[in-house]
């Protein structure tokens, strides 16, 4: 089971942008897909965005499409989320999770392996 920690989470204005890290501690990430998830205050944890192993296949949900981009840096052992154009509805605490396989479900993961600690963003002026 590999650790992952995410960083890059804080506090930006509407409109604003910030690029979110997820890195494998051990071990290798390039077998599996990734996810992003986030979770606000009272609500559900949803998914954000998922990549496949080899990141030639990407997913959004469509609250951040067009807005958020996904993408991995397998010899970092990384995966980013860069997000722009931010909302005061982004503002949540955003997860990584590894996949057991190399394939997404959409924006989400049906099997998870590993959950990140979670890194919060909050998006207000």
């Known amino acids: 089971q590999l650790q992952l920690v995410e960083s890059g989470g804080g506090l930006v204005q509407p409109g604003g942008s910030l690029r979110l890290s997820c890195v494998a501690s051990a071990f290798t990430l390039d077998q599996y897909a990734v996810g992003w998830f986030r979770q606000a205050p009272g609500k559900e944890r949803e998914a954000v965005s998922c990549i496949n192993d080899d990141g030639d296949s990407t997913n959004y949900a469509d609250s951040v499409k067009g807005r958020f981009t996904i993408s991995r840096d397998n010899a970092r052992k990384t995966v980013y989320l860069q997000m722009n154009s931010l909302k005061p509805d982004d503002t949540a605490v955003y997860y990584c999770?590894?996949?057991?396989?190399?394939?997404?479900?959409?924006?989400?993961?049906?099997?998870?392996?590993?959950w990140g600690q979670g890194t919060q963003v909050t998006v207000s002026s």
């Open positions: 999770a590894q996949a057991h396989n190399s394939i997404c479900s959409g924006p989400a993961i049906r099997s998870i392996a590993s």
